[in-house]
């Protein structure tokens, strides 16, 4: 019968002989040691972001550095002007978000509506592709006694049912009021766009994360007015900025009389609208 | 000291759980998460770092100063250029010509804010296109608006 060699590290250092003698304790100890080290590392680098955090939790603003560009989102806070008296429904905004934001066919962050309105109070409301192309005259077979054009877009609410109930943390609204979709965090769940009372988010077909209204914080943080603001020919459509003084929107809210949308919600939006009436909503 | 060994384990386990819940901690939260509020801060100048599309009000008169001048003497002052053409971005980048402006359908375009529409206000000027082109004794075509109106001006 032939002996089968047994090899040194079977029996461990233990009895192996001078040359490994210890070689398992020691690299026990050294892994021990170096495993304790990182994990230090780890919770000292943890412990120094919770005092951030702490500090960031309190009244004063936190570090004023997050643009490189020299921004400050503590001195803004925007606000969002529709004036549905104005409204030719040409649907310039919308042309104008879908290019500027590369929204998706089909799909709106912002769309414009139209109400049709007989004496009853029966309501014809049609947006064709979301108003992108223009409107056709069509019949409604009513007697219309009011008819208007109704813009809606992300009223940016300071109290976001969407953001609340977001399970990952994906939805957020900053310090100068916009609120946001981290869409690398975003799962697609879709509850936001189920709790949205205004129907201003949607699933993107090809991110499959949720998608909405930036107030095109890409251009509001370089000084510029939004897409579809700029593109409104008969300035229907103005972005404000409470923190500034002297703004037009701001002076617009104060001094006349804007509502917003479903009041009763308390969302708190920060989308306000002149010439409202009861049948838009 | 009969019991010191139940307690070194106890503490042990305890140490050893509060490791692993902040090594978990540690790997499963994103980096620049919770600085402002919770949420991954990173996301707020990712968004702010997006390229413009649309150029700015005056970004047209840096070539077209002629154009501009006129567009701005007449009724379509506040129309911007883009709302018509498309954005700078396919145009224009970095300042060297990429591609050429899109020109729209005149009869399309005019019509987006110019057909009659019961829901436009009142004093908007609108038209029946039909009936314009008939009663001005045209042929409908893509382009017979300019056949009399300056799209960039119209009363010319």
């Excluded at chain 1, 000292?44 to 919770?50: F, H, I, N, Y």
């Excluded at chain 1, 905004?93 to 769309?111: D, G, K, Q, Y």
């Excluded at chain 1, 192309?133 to 409604?140: A, I, L, R």
């Excluded at chain 1, 994360?209 to 914080?217: D, F, M, N, P, R």
Aim: aromatic fraction near 6%; glycine fraction near 8%; charge should be negative.
């Amino acid at each position: 019968m032939p002996t089968i060699p047994v090899s040194n590290s079977e029996c461990g250092g233990g009895c192996g002989g001078a040359p490994s003698a210890g070689t398992r304790r020691d690299f026990l100890k050294q892994g021990a040691k170096a495993l304790g080290a990182s994990v230090a590392t780890i919770i000292l680098c943890d412990m120094t972001d919770l005092t951030k955090m702490a500090e960031a939790s309190g009244a004063t603003p936190q570090r004023a550095n997050l643009f490189a560009d020299g921004y400050d989102w503590t001195k803004h806070s925007y606000v969002y002007l529709v004036d549905i008296r104005k409204c030719i429904g040409c649907g310039s905004c919308v042309r104008a978000c879908s290019r500027e934001n590369n929204v998706p066919p089909a799909h709106f962050r912002t769309w414009v509506e139209r109400y049709r309105v007989s004496r009853s109070g029966e309501a014809v409301i049609d947006s064709t592709n979301g108003g992108m192309d223009g409107f056709e005259p069509s019949q409604t077979g009513l007697d219309i006694t009011k008819a208007f054009f109704f813009p809606k877009l992300c009223c940016h609410c300071t109290h976001t049912p969407c953001v609340q109930l977001c399970p990952v943390c994906a939805s957020y609204r900053t310090v100068d009021g916009v609120v946001l979709v981290d869409e690398t965090r975003c799962i697609g769940c879709g509850y936001c766009v189920q709790a949205c009372p205004y129907g201003s988010r949607f699933i993107h077909p090809e991110t499959h994360t949720a998608s909405k209204c930036t107030l095109c914080y890409h251009r509001i943080t370089k000084g510029m007015t939004t897409a579809c603001v700029q593109a409104c020919p008969v300035e229907a459509r103005m972005l404000g900025d409470m923190k500034q003084v002297g703004d037009k929107v701001a002076e617009i809210i104060a001094t006349q009389r804007v509502l917003i949308l479903q009041p009763e919600l308390l969302t708190d939006p920060n989308c306000y609208y002149l010439g409202l009436t009861k049948e838009a909503r | 000291m009969e019991h010191a060994k139940h307690i070194i384990r106890a503490v042990l386990l305890l140490v050893i759980a509060a490791t692993v819940f902040v090594l978990a901690r540690h790997f499963a939260i994103p980096a620049s998460f919770g600085e402002y509020g919770p949420y991954r801060s990173a996301s707020v100048t990712e968004h702010a770092a997006r390229e413009p599309m649309h150029g700015e009000a005056d970004s047209c008169a840096g070539c077209h100063a002629d154009e501009v001048d006129f567009k701005a003497e007449g009724k379509h002052a506040k129309l911007s250029c883009e709302s018509c053409h498309a954005q700078l971005s396919v145009h224009v980048h970095n300042d060297q010509k990429v591609g050429d402006m899109p020109i729209p359908k005149p009869i399309e375009a005019c019509g987006w804010c110019h057909e009659k529409l019961r829901a436009r206000p009142e004093g908007f000027p609108q038209i029946v296109l039909a009936d314009h082109v008939a009663e001005n004794g045209e042929t409908m075509t893509d382009s017979v608006c300019l056949e009399c109106h300056n799209a960039h001006n119209p009363s010319e």
